[in-house]
């Protein structure tokens, strides 16, 4: 059983930064993407950001030019530096692998913004 273990959550002060990390714990196949996602208390869960194998990406508006999203191919991990974090960015975190075969989901790792 594959499992996806997140880490670098915590507590920061708005206009601080937090660097997320997801690595596997099996070599997942047919890798074709990743992304990280999260959920507020009482909205629904959204979509941060994602990338896919060659390197393209794709962020919700309201992380644009503040997250960004990497990946590293070898290590079948995902990444997610955040900057000038917001108190609206306070959320659960999880992170996503996607496969040929099926998607693979973190537990989730709690971020929040507060001063």
């Known amino acids: 059983q594959v499992q996806l273990v997140e880490s670098g959550g915590g507590v920061v002060q708005p206009g601080g930064s937090l660097r997320l990390s997801c690595s596997a714990s099996r070599t997942i196949s047919s890798i074709v993407g990743m992304g990280w996602y999260r959920q507020a208390p009482g909205k629904q869960r959204e979509l941060v950001g994602s990338i896919i194998r060659g390197g393209n990406t794709n962020y919700a508006n309201s992380v644009k030019g503040r997250f960004i999203i990497s990946m590293d191919d070898a290590k079948d991990a995902v990444y997610l530096q955040m900057n000038s974090l917001k108190p609206e960015d306070t959320a659960v975190y999880y992170c996503?692998?996607?496969?040929?075969?099926?998607?693979?989901w973190g537990q989730g790792t709690q971020v929040t913004v507060s001063s």
């Open positions: 996503a692998v996607y496969s040929l075969s099926r998607d693979y």
